[in-house]
């Protein structure tokens, strides 16, 4: 069996300095150094409290630094290797001032503080290194403390370094962010209201300070309800939850009456983020008043026109009541100021923005039966005048057709239908009445009024053409007509009732 040639002293030696081997990249350049000529001597020399405190430095995940001595010589960890970038292995054994001479006034001060017995801490420290051939500005958490000896006096300085440079730019490059949204929030004719998912308050602007007339510091930290209790059981606090719960937006017209006694109409619309519901909202009590105003004169003239049309239709009756007045004369007059006046009703409900052209078929359709007219077509919006025309022109079609043709029996039936071209510039209005089943038709020897009232009438609101064919088959009108840009489009756009 082979003996080992090692000394005592060397086996104690290599005992005191095993932790190297487990000390990474760092501990094994240190133990295969030649420390003889270093300010601190061969390792065999180190004394206990260096080598216990290297120890900790080089098993730490946080970069650490051990500056031993009053030169500061340089024993650090891989952690720290990694902060010094390019400077690293250069930096191992040299003394501190030396081998960072940018801050080396402020390395002074902490050798002086260190070996004084003092500790000093450093958050988010700003300084200027050379680690990668060039000076870069990096900020660090930086903490100090003394080492003692054997005899209990420093005789050297652990240092933690901590690198903060992309945490501060972010937070800085998010503080920046929060700032020009602050500023946009701040600038805002809108209210901002930005609640947390438990309805905590977290930011109002100052529009919404404005508006509440309470300071802010009376909102943020406070639950919406505690602020707005009686908005809980409300139609507001039941779309507020179903936002926040199901993540939707949504946009509401809300009367509120304010701590005060103010009383005032609020558009509300509310979108999810992840913090929670941002609220926006503005002061639209005037045009609800004007609204409110305008609904009142509408109504009013509405209620005039109606008195006006039964004035008509009495004076009409009074005046052809005469024995020399045909019947069919008095009822066809009478009828047609009825189909005036049921068109006046659609106009009415719809505030006179228009009417659905196919409301105003199903309407001319109701005295015969719904049964015998096929009434197929896209949602079409007629502006005020041309409903009316519209109205009188299928009023005019369904009397002829109760008289000579397809409803003068009982079993004839109309199809009703029409498309829009929208390539066409402007948009137009393809309509088609075609009567089947009914007596075989015999062309008329000259326009009556129903006809010249159809397509004059049509002619005079629309820009068109109406052709009307007499097969022996049915009556067929045609319509070609263009509707303005405005009424063209709010065909697509018109809200379902």
Not at 286 to 298: F, G, I, P, S, T
Not at 301 to 328: C, D, M, Y
Not at 390 to 400: G, Q, R
Not at 446 to 468: C, N, P
């Amino acid at each position: 069996m082979s003996q080992s040639h090692e000394s005592p002293t060397t086996l104690r030696v290599n005992e005191r300095v095993a932790f190297l081997q487990t000390g990474g990249e760092t501990g094994a350049l240190i133990a295969r150094r030649d420390w003889s000529k270093s300010p601190i001597g061969p390792i065999e020399n180190w004394p206990q409290s260096l080598l216990t405190a290297l120890s900790m430095v080089l098993h730490s995940p946080i970069p650490m630094a051990m500056l031993w001595g009053r030169q500061g010589v340089m024993l650090y960890n891989d952690a720290y290797s990694v902060v010094a970038g390019g400077r690293h292995p250069e930096l191992l054994g040299g003394t501190v001032l030396e081998a960072w001479p940018e801050v080396a006034d402020f390395d002074a001060h902490v050798m002086e503080v260190g070996l004084a017995g003092g500790s000093l801490s450093f958050d988010n420290q700003e300084l200027v290194l050379h680690r990668h051939g060039q000076a870069e500005t990096v900020v660090m958490n930086l903490d100090y403390s003394p080492v003692f000896d054997e005899a209990g006096k420093p005789a050297g300085v652990i240092a933690i370094v901590v690198e903060t440079t992309e945490q501060v730019r972010a937070e800085a490059a998010l503080k920046a962010e929060r700032d020009r949204a602050r500023s946009v929030l701040e600038g805002m004719t809108d209210g901002f209201l930005l609640l947390a998912h438990d309805f905590t308050i977290l930011e109002i602007n100052a529009e919404g300070v404005r508006v509440d007339g309470r300071p802010r510091e009376a909102f943020i930290g406070h639950k919406h309800w505690e602020l707005w209790p009686d908005t809980y059981d409300k139609p507001l606090g039941q779309t507020y939850r179903q936002a926040m719960s199901e993540r939707t937006s949504f946009a509401i017209e809300n009367r509120y009456v304010f701590p005060d006694g103010r009383v005032a109409w609020l558009d509300v619309r509310g979108n999810p983020v992840e913090e929670g519901l941002a609220i926006f909202y503005r002061d639209i009590t005037e045009r609800k008043l004007a609204e409110d105003h305008l609904r009142l004169m509408v109504h009013e003239l509405n209620h005039r026109v109606k008195n006006s049309l039964a004035t008509v239709q009495a004076i009409s009756a009074q005046t052809l009541r005469g024995r020399e007045v045909p019947i069919e004369v008095r009822e066809a007059l009478t009828s047609r100021l009825l189909a005036l006046a049921k068109a006046h009703d659609v106009l009415t409900d719809a505030r006179w923005a228009g009417a659905r052209l196919e409301e105003i078929a199903a309407q001319a359709a109701e005295p015969y039966g719904q049964e015998r007219f096929r009434i197929e077509g896209p949602g079409v919006i007629l502006p005020p005048r041309a409903a009316i025309a519209m109205a009188l022109a299928f009023h005019e079609l369904a009397t002829n057709a109760a008289k000579y043709g397809a409803l003068s029996n009982g079993s004839g039936e109309i199809e009703l239908d029409w498309r829009m071209e929208e390539t066409a510039d402007p948009p137009k209005l393809q309509l088609s009445w075609r009567e089947r089943g009914g007596p075989p038709v015999i062309p008329p020897t000259r326009k009556g009024f129903g006809s010249r009232l159809i397509q004059r009438g049509l002619a005079a609101e629309f820009v068109g053409e109406v052709r009307m064919d007499f097969p022996t088959s049915g009556l067929v009108c045609e319509m070609e007509v263009a509707l303005p840009p405005p009424e063209a489009q709010a065909w697509a756009e018109w809200p379902e009732r």
